[in-house]
């Protein structure tokens, strides 16, 4: 028998939970061994104090006041239904504001044509002449003519970029330049 299977039936024992044949079977143990016999005094006399103070703070303490679920249901349905609340605020001043922006004007934004519809076409009315527009500045008129120039040029070949991962060291990437990675 280890020693955590005889602390357990001694526990038992203490306890009143062994059965009469296990119990003198322990009996008839404890007698041949003295430490065993201390070890199971100390129990019976920890389980005697246990019960002893279980006893006395059960007639101090008295009845539990009932459960306040009715208060606690009551407090949480308030709380949901200021979420709630709070939530249909929000969302009628998105609606509102989303209203007021919309009526405040901003450019009319053109339905795209309906292929293959029979469409109405409208005689061209003439006007005078339009506007010119403002001239551009240095700066801007250097990056058209740049951009200009790219367009008109033949294309360049493309540099190829190689890649080295640092970690594994050997393994390389190669990719063109403005290729997807």
Not at 121 to 133: C, F, G, I, L, M
Request: charged share 25%; proline share 9%.
């Amino acid at each position: 028998m280890t020693k955590k299977q005889l602390e357990e039936l001694l526990i038992d024992r203490a306890l009143g939970g062994l059965d009469e044949h296990c119990a003198e079977l322990l009996d008839a143990y404890t007698r041949e061994k003295p430490a065993v016999s201390y070890q199971s005094s100390e129990l019976a006399e920890m389980v005697s104090l246990a019960r002893q103070a279980m006893n006395t703070n059960r007639a101090r303490i008295g009845t539990l006041p009932p459960f306040p679920g009715a208060r606690i249901r009551r407090e949480l349905r308030g709380r949901r239904v200021a979420r709630h609340a709070g939530a249909a605020a929000a969302l009628a001043a998105c609606l509102s504001l989303g209203i007021l922006i919309g009526r405040s004007g901003g450019p009319p934004s053109e339905q795209p044509p309906v292929p293959n519809a029979h469409a109405v076409t409208r005689p061209t009315v003439h006007t005078p002449a339009e506007p010119q527009a403002a001239p551009l500045s240095g700066l801007a008129r250097q990056m058209i003519e740049q951009r200009l120039a790219q367009a008109q040029s033949p294309p360049q070949p493309r540099r190829r970029i190689q890649w080295s991962d640092l970690v594994r060291g050997a393994s390389r990437i190669n990719a063109e330049e403005g290729d997807p990675l």
